[in-house]
């Protein structure tokens, strides 16, 4: 079967755009790495920000149809808890620099990206598992959203943060300061500090 231009301009632009940012991509570099003329390029995608945000789109749908195939099926709230950190934490060590892309088209208000994250089911999904645990009485946590919005927040924070963290730190703590092993630390305190603070027994 021969393969799929379209789909391969559009991980060729996931590249391109995790290396230099939307500003320092370029098309016919995009082009190069799928293995198209730009002929073929524009006539899927006319502009750089119509294929910015196909591939933003593609991106967080993948994320979201994971998420669901790997925790829909889970019913004891220590282990979606437990499930929920890692996917999350997963995603984020494999697409920092798209996590990054995102967050910064949010914070600027691109009305474009607020519609694609307003439109991703993951969310009403993850509220409607812990409500769950929570009318069972098995975790203590009755705002839902902020709960979300919690482990959400620190791992964000934790993409976003760790280059800037890496210059505070003297020599010695840059050996731990590698992404995945940071990540991975960050993972296990953020478990331990729910496991201790969330459920019920």
């Known amino acids: ?15 391109e755009f995790s290396e230099k940012g939307k500003a320092g991509a370029r098309m016919q570099a995009i082009a190069d790495k799928a293995g198209v003329n730009k002929a073929m390029l524009n ?3 006319t502009s750089k920000d119509q294929l910015f945000y196909a591939v933003m789109k593609k991106m967080l749908t993948e994320a979201q149809e994971s998420a669901l195939n790997e925790l829909k099926d889970i019913d004891d709230a220590r282990e979606f808890i437990h499930e929920f950190v890692r996917h999350q934490q997963d995603k984020m060590i494999s ?10 088209n949010y914070l600027h208000g691109d009305a474009e990206t607020i519609k694609l994250l307003k439109d991703d089911k993951l969310f009403s999904f993850f509220f409607s598992k812990l409500k769950r645990f929570s009318d ?38 840059k050996k731990d300061m590698e992404l995945k092993d940071f990540l991975q630390t960050h993972q296990e305190v953020l478990i331990d500090v729910l496991e201790n603070g969330l459920f019920t027994h």
């Open 43 to 45: 006539y899927y995608f």
């Open 1 to 15: 079967m021969a393969e799929d231009p379209k789909e391969n301009i559009l991980n060729a632009a996931a590249d």
């Open 95 to 104: 697409n920092p620099s798209w996590i990054k892309l995102i967050m910064q």
């Open 136 to 173: 069972r009485g098995e975790i203590r946590v009755d705002k839902i959203s902020h709960l979300i919005m919690l482990i959400m927040g620190i791992n964000l924070v934790s993409i976003m943060a760790h280059s800037d963290f890496k210059l505070i730190v003297d020599e010695e703590m």
